[in-house]
T-cell receptor, first 116, second 115 residues
Framework: AQKITQTQPGMFVQEKEAVTLDCTYD???????LFWYKQPSSGEMIFLIY??????QNATEGRYSLNFQKARKSANLVISASQLGDSAMYFC?????????????FGAGTRLFVKA | ETGVTQTPRHLVMGMTNKKSLKCEQH?????MYWYKQSAKKPLELMFV???????ENNSVPSRFSPECPNSSHLFLHLHTLQPEDSALYLC??????????????FGQGTRLTVV
């Protein structure tokens, strides 16, 4: 079974508008971390934002915020005031306990297109 | 200098060739990772090294052989690959494998094509 589900293969958003990228996860661990990464066409994965499972406040980093709903096991990424440079693949990831450490599992990604 | 550097950026190899992918990190991190990114599939974790010791090996075929000579360098040795091994291979590092909240820093990847 998939641990990280991103149901939107592709999304379009108008420049300067906000967009929400969906992510749901599955874990039985009490302690885990949730991440979002951006992958432009250059290939490099760029860390955007982190939310810990015990964090009560939603994480924010500039124009990025994470809408964390623990009971629903969702961790949606909200990008405000979209810019053309936001066009990229976006990956949701979860870090959960493994053998002696933590391993990171990625979703299949959502491709975001920002229209001028 | 970028944090994580991968070479080469592109590689085309025949099924009988032997080649190596190189990754170098300048961040002082203790953990390094190899991921495989195939089209329309989630990133697959291949190997994890913590302080030069392999700590994860996710059922990766033996035609992929990792090497971590020190905490700054990670190699992926390739031999007798199959066309389905064509993918983007991403190297990453993080401060410590045992920390939950540590984000990974990725290189730009090596685009591998097996012919």
């Amino acid at each position: 079974a998939q641990k990280i589900t991103q149901t939107q293969p592709g999304m379009f958003v108008q420049e300067k508008e906000a967009v929400t990228l969906d992510c749901t996860y599955d874990t039985s661990d009490q302690s885990y971390g949730l991440f979002w990464y951006k992958q432009p066409s250059s290939g490099e994965m760029i860390f955007l934002i982190y939310q810990g499972s015990y964090d009560e406040q939603n994480a924010t980093e500039g124009r990025y915020s994470l809408n964390f709903q623990k009971a629903r096991k969702s961790a949606n990424l909200v990008i405000s005031a979209s810019q053309l440079g936001d066009s990229a693949m976006y990956f949701c990831a979860m870090r959960e306990g493994g053998t002696g450490g933590f391993k990171t599992i990625f979703g299949a990604g959502t491709r975001l297109f920002v229209k001028a | 200098e970028t944090g994580v550097t991968q070479t080469p950026r592109h590689l085309v190899m025949g099924m009988t060739n032997k080649k190596s992918l190189k990754c170098e990190q300048h961040l002082g991190h203790n953990a390094m990772y190899w991921y495989k990114q195939s089209a329309k599939k989630p990133l697959e974790l291949m190997f994890v090294y913590s302080l030069e010791e392999r700590v994860e090996n996710n059922s990766v075929p033996s035609r992929f052989s990792p090497e971590c000579p020190n905490s700054s360098h990670l190699f992926l040795h390739l031999h007798t690959l199959q066309p389905e091994d064509s993918a983007l291979y991403l190297c990453a590092s993080s401060q410590d494998w045992a920390f939950m909240n540590t984000e990974a820093f990725f290189g730009q990847g090596t685009r591998l094509t097996v012919v």
